[in-house]
């Protein structure tokens, strides 16, 4: 079995002592910043990204890849116990979560969302590791014309799933797709935009604009808006175990919110947000026993489907950055930024080029995800110490974090100078309502996509109907087109707008 | 004139400005043609794609009625200024600004200055509290970047080390 020698070789690099504290260090701080209200994964990404540069990659990764998952189990705590998502992909654990901690039931609830997590980011490993190298396998049939179309249908995937207007979501990507441009042209060596300033001609930074907008940007309209009492749950937790009901209620809502986090978190413009989302829905819809707690007052179903969703959703979400380079959302555009600060090319050449990364990521994620079960439930005590920590001794860390990581990336102020242009940016894309995760998608791929326009034109000599002639490329902007469609009809719009308002 | 959407509004606005500027900007960079795409093409493209799209937000927020009108609220210029001036005086500090002969101030007193400038962004300011929040902060980064990562960063002025 090609799967076990694979996952063998993964985990041989994983469970090196150095990776090991690296997945630890990982999860802890994505624990962290989970439980913080304030901060997401972005801006700790992108913030801890220069911290890496001087690590082998497969460990850079590893400690990233550990935030990102992290931060979903640090999220459920706080949505559980404040009743204060953490993280956006916990806004439905909150409902009954919350719910279920004032009758008592906290201890049930944050077992069931970390034993769920905990199953989910198995099962979703496992997708991962089967399904990579099929995927990687067509990946290989691309030409540019289908990669040019791959990519669209990504940026418009990821748009469709932005909340907010979708006009102005798209019209983000293009911004990001601009700004990405900035630099000196590959092919014929123009330095674009630069204005003759020569740290321009190397581009924008993408620590920079990822700092300044999910960074400051948030800062700002943090401290605008005034900070609100927290009504925090410090009674203490007890009876951490769910009875035997509580088990029976929660292995079927475990099972389906892990099949649907799975397949929406490959999807483009997936992940872990929309998962938990759908998942909650999904269960709604489901009729209840009798007997059984309504929703929305502390059913643990509530609280076990969208948490195994969401860590599934977090875990398959790789599967298309790892296998075509093409980040489905924001936190995998920069890890696509990441791997190419330490000159790995991200695409699918990575699984054969680099199996010890690819299959040692894969496996660290398993091992993490243990440890996060491990770490959390008896740790719940000190994150909540943790949310008495107050904003105002916050964010003048976060500002310096950002000032010294971006500063240290090449040990120039020009980068300072961004941070602080694109976190004014950030706070006036926050007021106008404009979402910032298509502008970094956007950013990412505005390079590559032009590259790939670029070579499918010459290869037809000019002819635009080379996209709609080849077969694949023809089926992904169909599907492209139906996405759209799709949220354009009245009444799932309606569903969109929704979905959205609780958030 | 009668806005329905202030956010939609002056976002478009911004998109215009922004497409306008990176077009007019390509069109003056080889063009080509899409069999042989010069680096003005796929910008001006763009640039023209989100000229359209600001437009069209323009004309949505001045035709479509929107419930509370989009209202963008009043701006925040105390967190603004402070953040911005907070890590523009970091900059200047730690890297020097030798066209005005300011030297490098080093790594523990350029902290100094942004937790103190950053920390007025907020509400509540309380100097003793700042100051520690600062003290404690220098002895992290001092450990953190010099002494396990191993960064190549003045602590101290240039000046006072000599």
Not at chain 1, 135 to 152: I, K
Not at chain 2, 108 to 133: C, D, N, Q
């Amino acid at each position: 079995m090609d799967l076990f020698s694979n996952l063998a070789l993964g985990f041989g690099v994983a469970l090196t002592p150095l990776n090991l504290l690296y997945a630890l260090v990982g999860c802890v701080l994505g624990t962290l910043i989970g439980v913080l209200p304030g901060i997401g994964p972005v801006a700790t990404i992108a913030m801890l990204l220069p911290a890496t540069y001087a690590l082998p990659p497969v460990s850079a990764l590893i400690m990233l890849a550990g935030i990102y998952y992290g931060a979903q189990y640090g999220g459920s705590t706080t949505a559980i116990l404040v009743n204060l998502p953490g993280e956006s992909s916990s806004v439905m654990t909150c409902i009954d979560g919350y719910q279920m901690a004032r009758q008592g039931r906290a201890g049930p609830a944050l077992a069931a969302a970390g034993l769920g997590s905990f199953f989910a980011g198995c099962v979703g490993t496992l997708i991962l590791a089967a399904f990579a190298p099929s995927l990687t396998a067509l990946a290989f049939q691309f030409g540019p014309a289908e990669y040019f179309s791959l990519m669209v249908l990504g940026m418009i995937g990821a748009v469709v799933m932005a909340s907010g207007s979708l006009l102005k979501a798209i019209a983000m990507v293009v911004l990001g797709l601009l700004l990405g441009l900035v630099g000196t042209d590959v092919n014929s060596g123009v330095a674009r935009f630069a204005f003759d300033i020569p740290e321009l001609s190397d581009g924008i930074g993408f620590v920079a604009i990822a700092m300044g907008v999910f960074g400051y940007g948030e800062i700002i309209s943090n401290l605008a808006t005034p900070e609100h009492a927290r009504e925090v749950f410090t009674r203490k937790v007890h009876g951490l175990w769910p009875t035997k009901q509580d088990f029976k209620d929660m292995t079927p809502a475990v099972l389906r919110g892990t099949a649907l986090g799975s397949v929406l978190g490959v999807l483009p413009g997936g992940g872990a947000l929309l998962a938990s989302f759908a998942s909650y829905a999904l269960e709604k819809k489901i009729k209840s026993k009798p007997g059984e707690v309504p929703f929305g007052q502390g059913n643990i179903r509530g609280v076990a489907a969208p948490e195994s969703a969401n860590n599934a959703g977090a875990q398959t979400s790789f599967i298309p950055m790892l296998t075509l380079g093409i980040p489905p959302n924001a936190v995998m555009a920069l890890m696509v930024g990441a791997m190419t600060i330490h000159n790995i090319q991200p695409g699918p050449q990575v699984m054969s080029s680099n199996p010890e990364l690819f299959w040692g990521l894969i496996a660290s994620m398993w091992i993490g995800n243990l440890m996060l079960v491990v770490l959390n439930l008896p740790l719940i005590g000190v994150w909540i110490k943790l949310l008495s920590v107050p904003y105002r001794w916050l964010f003048p860390a976060i500002v310096l974090f950002c000032a010294i990581g971006v500063y240290t990336t090449n040990n120039s102020t020009w980068d300072i100078w961004m941070v602080g242009v694109f976190g004014v940016l950030g706070y006036v894309f926050i007021k106008l309502g404009m979402e910032p995760a298509p502008l970094l998608l956007g950013f990412i791929l505005g390079p590559v996509m032009e590259e790939n326009l670029r070579r499918a034109l010459l290869f037809s000599r000019g002819d635009w109907s080379v996209f709609l002639t080849r077969p694949l490329s023809a089926g992904l902007l169909l599907a492209t087109v139906l996405l759209l469609a799709l949220v354009l009809v009245p009444a799932v719009k309606r569903k969109r707008e929704e979905a959205f308002v609780e958030d | 004139m009668n806005l329905k959407n202030q956010k939609d509004f002056f976002s478009g606005l911004l998109f215009m400005a922004i497409g306008v500027s990176f077009a007019w900007s390509a069109s003056r960079y080889t063009i080509g043609s899409a069999a042989k795409m010069g680096p003005g093409y796929f910008p001006l493209l763009l640039g023209a794609l989100l000229t359209v799209l600001g437009g069209v937000l323009v004309y949505k927020a001045l035709v479509f009625e929107t419930e509370d009108g989009g209202r963008i609220g009043a701006w925040a210029w105390r967190p603004v200024g402070f953040v911005v001036l907070a890590n523009l005086v970091f900059g200047v500090m730690i890297g020097g600004l030798s066209w005005v002969g300011i030297p490098p101030m080093g790594l523990v007193l350029a902290i100094f200055a942004l937790t103190v400038l950053a920390a007025k962004a907020g509400s509540a300011f309380r100097w003793k509290e700042v100051l520690v929040l600062a003290g404690v902060l220098a002895l992290g980064s001092y450990l953190t970047f010099i002494v396990l990562l191993k960064l190549q960063l003045a602590i101290w002025p240039a000046f006072a080390s000599a």
